[in-house]
């Protein structure tokens, strides 16, 4: 396995793409979480789902904050 490959094995998101994507709906940061395998968007209140190391970035799959798994 190339070293470099390593984060994104760990993380389920190459950690340059975490650094260029934002929330499609507010523009604003988003964080990973790792226990759900989403990117979060504390603003929006959204989390995106990530499947097979792609993240969905459609506001129409995210997962609410406010509701449960």
Known sequence: ??????????TGIDPKLLEILVCPVTHGPLDYDAARNELVSKKAGLAYPIR??????????????????
């Open 1 to 10: 396995m190339d070293p470099s490959e390593a984060p994104a094995r760990r």
């Open 52 to 69: 097979d190391g792609i993240p969905i970035m459609l506001p129409g799959e995210a997962r609410r904050l406010d509701d449960s798994p």
